[in-house]
């Protein structure tokens, strides 16, 4: 079974950047459609961003486009997120999830993942 762990969470300033990153143990990582989520204090847990393969088109929901930007790195079993800007509605648990290859359609369907990590927290707060 894939182990997910994040880290790289911590306390910023509005406008301030942070990087997430999210290891994997196992194989065939190059094949899995990684994913960030993340879960605001008693609200869903919310879709963030996913990439399904290298090469391919990584997509973003549409309140952190234009400001996240997600990688991944098959050499290491990694995924990043990198967040900039940040403001006050981004301060949540941040989860990494992974998944065989996924639709199109489903990338945004936090139960469509098999394995995720613990998480790690990021405040946004002056």
């Known amino acids: 079974q894939v182990q997910l762990v994040e880290s790289g969470g911590g306390l910023v300033p509005p406008g301030g950047s942070l990087r997430l990153s999210c290891k994997a143990s196992g194989s065939s990582f190059n094949t899995r459609t990684m994913a960030w989520f993340r879960q605001a204090p008693g609200l869903e847990r919310e879709y963030v961003a996913s990439?399904?393969?290298?090469?391919?088109?990584?997509y973003y929901s549409e309140s952190v486009k234009g400001r996240f930007v997600m990688t991944r790195d098959n050499a290491e079993n990694a995924v990043y997120l990198q967040m900039n800007n940040l403001k006050p509605a981004d301060t949540a648990v941040y989860y990494c999830a992974d998944a065989r290859r996924l639709i199109l359609s489903a990338l945004h369907l936090s139960h469509m993942y098999d394995n995720w990590g613990r998480g790690t927290r990021v405040t946004v707060s002056s």
């Open positions: 990439n399904r393969r290298s090469g391919e088109t990584t």
